[in-house]
């Protein structure tokens, strides 16, 4: 069984924003493959469908990005799911808008949702799929950067970086996460 969970924040409010490129991943996979995130358990939306004879669940925690563990970590548990057969999407201020990169362990880097994970996950040991949101520009606190929408130009730039971190999380169900990082890093 794989999990793939993508970070942000719920409501309206927050819909489009940068923090929530995790839904956005989330949403286009749904998409893809017909399935709703319509069990509502965990804190959290998900999806729970079978791709072929590999079984997946999609999460979208509802616990606002800065806890996003205590959604995950009671999943995690019910289900029986090792660390190897996590993935996590969430948006990084260190990429350039855009940019996707792969990594199959590693700290927070700062990002609260991580932070969150880890902690409540008791482990480091899990992949990502970050996605690039940039720095604010001079000015703009962090907080109104992740929690503002993208411009026309970036819009451009998510839009096509969304499908590919989505390519990366299907390819992910069927293979092991280090082929899947040369595959799309």
Known sequence: MKLIVGLGNPGRKYKDTRHNVGFMVIDELAKRHGWGLNKKKF???FAYELLGTDKVILLEPQTYMNLSGDSVKPLVDFYEIAPEDIVVVYD???LPTGKVRLRQNGGHGGHNGIRS???QLGTKNFNRVRIGIDR???????????????????????DQSILHAAQACEAFITEDFQTVMNKYN
Not at 144 to 149: E, F, M, S
């Open 92 to 94: 990084d201020l260190d």
């Open 117 to 119: 994970m880890i902690d």
């Open 43 to 45: 804190q959290g939306h």
């Open 136 to 158: 604010p520009k001079e000015g703009l606190t962090v907080t109104d950067h992740v929690l503002g929408r993208f411009t026309k130009s970036e819009r451009q730039l998510i």
